[in-house]
């Protein structure tokens, strides 16, 4: 491969990582065409983008992007596919549903840029799952905050109707 074709696939390489906010290195080795195509399909639906590149030409990408993900280079060894998403956790759950159902049980994650953190290692695939969205956790937050108010809106209104009621009730008297 000539010199100016490579720096054009790293060029393209890096502005397609710069448009997803997560990205999951993992190893699809040893999956059969079927499987490989299935994989692939099941990316599509998923709005995840599948890519099998050279891992030289993908850490000079990841060099030349705005963001350090030098510790990501130690697991860029063997076979990698690229895994990018604006789902979190939508990778995640997808490696773990196609290991099982796969008889080479691959994918394997190696590791992980999400939530502008690292992950690194199969081991951290659970973790990776349970990660809410930023969006999820201010939903939370928000819910747990109106809680008290509901609480005590609730109280009052209901303390309102228990007063009236024993004052009916003592008026009748």
């Known amino acids: 491969m000539k010199k100016e074709d490579k720096s054009a696939i790293i060029n393209q390489l890096g502005s ?21 195509s299935n994989l692939r399909r099941t990316c599509y639906k ?22 350090d993900y030098s510790q990501l280079f130690s697991e860029l060894k063997g076979e990698t596919s690229l895994l990018l998403s604006n789902s979190n ?29 690292f992950y690194i290692g199969e081991n951290q695939l659970d973790a990776l799952i349970a990660i809410k969205s930023k969006n999820e956790l201010i939903g ?16 009052l209104q209901s303390g309102g109707t228990t007063i009236h009621g024993v004052l009916k009730t003592l008026s009748e008297r």
């Not at 397609?16 to 490989?36: K, P, R």
């Not at 998923?46 to 963001?67: G, P």
């Not at 939370?140 to 109280?155: C, D, F, T, Y």
């Open 46 to 67: 998923q709005d995840i983008k599948l890519l099998v590149v050279k891992n030289t030409l993908l850490q000079k990408a990841l060099e030349a992007s705005s963001v």
């Open 16 to 36: 397609t990582i710069q448009e997803y906010a997560h990205l999951y290195l993992a190893d699809i080795g040893g999956l059969n065409a079927a499987e490989t």
């Open 89 to 117: 956790n939508a990778p995640a759950k997808l490696i773990k549903d196609f290991s099982k159902a796969s008889k080479s049980k691959k994918p394997v994650l190696k590791a992980a840029y999400v939530e502008e953190s």
């Open 140 to 155: 939370e937050i928000i819910g747990l905050l109106q809680s008290p108010a509901k609480n005590v809106v609730s109280a």
